[in-house]
């Protein structure tokens, strides 16, 4: 009988680290940096609306709620039109405009009181 198994891929030169590639890094970097704005932003706006806006439990709910509603809806057509592109600058492109969205909600918000 034959074996299914695979044969283990080769081990990595220990030269070849990733720290080493500048665009892995500038990624890294520029995740690192989505993250962290977008979990600041994911406690700072109820916490806004409740301070600035005198929102009910209910309104705050409801924000939260709406908030995760755009990803849940368009993460699978999104990813199949990001498929059909090849193109670099397309991530640069919904980062910019997720961080227009944000401000813009984050100004009316702070202009609001």
Known sequence: ??????????????????????????????????VAGSSITQMALPVLAVLHLDATTAQVAWLAFLGQLPPALLALHAGALADRCVNCTKSLIMKRDDLRLRGSVSCKICTAS
Do not use: N
Request: hydrophobic fraction near 30%; charged fraction near 20%; proline fraction near 12%.
């Open 1 to 34: 009988m034959t074996s299914c198994a695979e044969t283990p891929a080769p081990p990595a030169p220990s030269g070849a680290s990733l720290w080493r590639h500048r665009d892995f890094r500038r990624y890294l970097t520029g995740q690192a940096a989505s």
